[in-house]
């Protein structure tokens, strides 16, 4: 039952996305748009393996669950923070600048 309401949440937040940037996704030809759609399911898909399994990696080597724990959220941060950087990089070279809107926390 959890699993529907998080895919019922992703699925809303998607729609809310696209249909706030209806403007942008317009000016964009075909390709550019399956460019950036691509972009983001690579980043998350390769946010979710390294923070799983390096996080998990790292973590490994050590006992201490105080420990662990800091290593695991460094990790989630040290990820987040590049991968977000170079998805930035990413659209505004598919796209001609026209993303990411000016003023992202992550701009490059």
């Given at each position: 039952m959890e699993n529907i309401f998080m895919f019922v949440i992703l699925i809303m937040i998607v729609i809310k996305n696209i249909s706030s940037n209806r403007d942008l996704l317009r000016k964009?030809?075909?390709v550019q748009i399956f460019g950036v759609g691509f972009s983001y399911v690579?980043?998350?898909?390769?946010a979710g393996l390294?923070?799983?399994?390096?996080?998990n990696w790292l973590a490994g080597f050590?006992?201490?669950g105080i420990i662990k724990f800091i290593i695991q959220m460094t990790v989630i941060i040290v990820v987040l923070y590049t991968l977000v950087g170079i998805l930035n990089r990413?659209?505004?070279?598919?796209?001609?600048g026209m993303f990411?809107?000016?003023g992202s926390t992550f701009e490059n």
């Open positions: 964009l030809s075909v690579a980043t998350v898909v390769l390294v923070i799983y399994y390096g996080g050590f006992s201490n990413i659209l505004a070279k598919i796209t001609n990411p809107k000016s």
